[in-house]
């Protein structure tokens, strides 16, 4: 069974950056899709950026730019490098994927905190 751990959230001043990590178990990680959603209070979990099993990605419109997310298939990680973080990045992220992209088929974690403000 998968299982994902998220970690590298915190508080950061508006402009500051955070690299996000997310630790996948079990086998066949290089097959997957994975990606970086976040949840802001109130509002949907939304998708910030994918990456395919070969190494294409993608991100939402409001961070493309600021943010890049990798892969380490040897270490069965996902990174989210964040940059130039606004007020409005403020949530919780978490990772997840499946055999395509944009798609969510393990189990969630327990996500990341994610706060920047002044």
């Known amino acids: 069974q998968v299982q994902l751990v998220e970690s590298g959230g915190g508080l950061v001043q508006p402009g500051g950056s955070l690299r996000l990590s997310c630790a996948v178990s079990?086998?066949?990680?290089?097959?997957?899709?994975m990606g970086w959603y976040r949840q802001a209070p109130g509002k949907q979990r939304e998708l910030v950026a994918d990456?395919?099993?070969?190494?294409?990605?993608d991100y939402t419109d409001s961070v493309k730019g600021r943010f890049t997310i990798s892969r380490d298939n040897a270490k069965k990680t996902v990174y989210l490098q964040m940059n130039s973080l606004k007020p409005e990045d403020t949530a919780v992220y978490y990772c997840?994927?499946?055999?395509?992209?944009?798609?969510?088929?393990?189990?969630w974690g327990q996500g990341t905190q994610v706060t920047v403000s002044s």
């Open positions: 990456i395919a099993s070969g190494g294409s990605t």
């Open positions: 079990g086998p066949f990680f290089s097959m997957y899709a």
């Open positions: 997840n994927g499946g055999l395509k992209t944009k798609t969510t088929v393990f189990n």
